[in-house]
């Protein structure tokens, strides 16, 4: 049996549903804030002694996942801003998006501006002064 290719569009928000629904059912019962606790840390920052971009993205999904918004945006800021982007994008690529909103799907699907981004946010987190220091996990 061969699969239907409309159905496709859906793989991208399909993937995104099922990846969100497990790690909320693990982070509801796993506090990855309580040592000796079953979830991997950041071996970037392991090996280097430098947060990354990810780091403390566990910790901030099992704040979300428990509503304590500030408790995530300390833990990491980019993740928390990042979510209703990449969803309006799986929302588009689904065909699920109001077509009057392309220009908004447009402007978040540039690569350029998330990779400034993310390097920018990588070097600012990783500065020692206020306000840059806020962006450290934690």
Same mark, same amino acid.
């Given at each position: 049996?061969? $699969? ?17 629904a ?21 071996? $970037? ?5 430098? /947060? ?13 996942v ?30 699920? /998006?109001?077509?009057? /909103? ?5 402007? $978040?699907?540039?690569?350029?501006? /998330? ?5 920018g946010?990588w ?8 306000? $840059? ?6």
């Open positions: 049996m061969k $699969f239907p290719q409309h159905l496709l569009r859906y793989a991208p928000l399909a993937a995104i549903a099922s990846i969100s497990g790690a909320a059912v693990i982070l509801r019962r796993v506090d990855p804030n309580v040592p000796g606790n079953p979830l991997p840390g950041c071996p $970037f920052y392991a090996l280097t002694g430098i /947060w990354c971009p990810g780091c403390g993205s566990t910790r901030c999904l099992h704040a979300l428990h509503l304590d918004l500030p408790q995530a945006m300390a833990m990491n800021p980019l993740l928390v801003l990042s979510i209703i982007p990449v969803l309006v994008m799986a929302l588009h690529g689904a065909g699920l /998006w109001p077509a009057r /909103w392309l220009p908004l799907v447009r402007l $978040f699907a540039r690569p350029i501006p /998330w990779l400034v981004l993310v390097l946010y070097v600012a987190r990783n500065l020692p002064w206020y306000p $840059f220091n806020l962006l450290a996990p934690g």
